[in-house]
């Protein structure tokens, strides 16, 4: 009889140490669940605010978009995807802005919303210095940002396969790029949204590609200050 109050007792115990140990597991995984998708929801939402940024981008920036719905037709933000997320090395160093009044590409700035500089996408890409009896573009691009305080961070870069079109700033901290890149299947248009104060960059990339492109199109059309044909 004893024998057996023990065998039952061990049994017994063994039971609640098997269910404490389900339970702990179980409360691991639902909360590790949990955070998993926290995350996603909060990235999820960031892409939200970013798309509905892009559409307001789009129905600013008018020129551009006519310019590829002829080509590609009519689209917005829902037909843009994420695909990339990474931090940025801004490469910062002392240089002012070399573009000033008198210069054909002066009015083609960003100036930041609260004077802290401007953001320059066409100065690298364009070669139109009074030296130059014919302006001509350079196969590569850039982002530059030229900050009040006398320094210069390159943002972005891009070789001869794509072109910084177009941008914006959407307050003080952030600014979209607009443009494309040359794949096998066309030359898709993109949105590059820029933190500068955190130093991070989201690409978006269009669904649509165009079979086509002259590649100085949109550029040939904005810059009127300058003569690229």
């Known amino acids: ?69 002829k080509l590609i037709g009519p689209f917005d933000s829902n037909n843009f995807k994420m695909v990339l997320t990474d931090s940025i090395d801004p490469q910062e160093m002392p240089e002012k802005n070399p573009i000033l009044q008198d210069d054909p590409l002066f009015p083609y700035q960003f100036v930041h919303p609260t004077a802290n500089g401007t953001m320059d996408i066409y100065s690298y890409k364009i070669e139109a210095q009074d030296a130059i009896d014919t302006p001509f573009l350079n196969p590569d691009s850039e982002v530059i940002w030229y900050r009040a305080d006398g320094m210069k961070e390159r943002l972005l870069f891009m070789g001869p396969s794509g072109m910084f079109e177009e941008g914006e700033w959407i307050n003080e901290n952030e600014f979209v790029v607009l443009g494309y890149f040359q794949e096998e299947s066309g030359f898709r248009p993109m949105a590059w949204f820029i933190n500068v104060d955190e130093h ?30």
């Open 1 to 69: 009889m004893i024998m057996k109050v023990l065998k039952l007792t061990s049994d017994f115990c063994f039971l609640i140490v098997f269910a404490a140990l389900f339970s702990v597991a179980c409360t691991s995984n639902t909360s590790d669940e949990s955070v998993e998708g926290g995350n996603l929801d909060i990235e999820e939402a960031k892409e939200l605010e970013m798309k509905n940024q892009l559409d307001v981008v789009l129905a600013q920036k008018k020129n551009w978009y006519n310019h590829w719905s």
């Open 200 to 229: 991070k960059i989201w690409q978006f990339n269009l669904s649509s590609t165009a079979t086509t492109y002259e590649l100085d199109s949109y550029l040939d059309q904005k810059i009127k200050q300058v003569a690229l044909n």
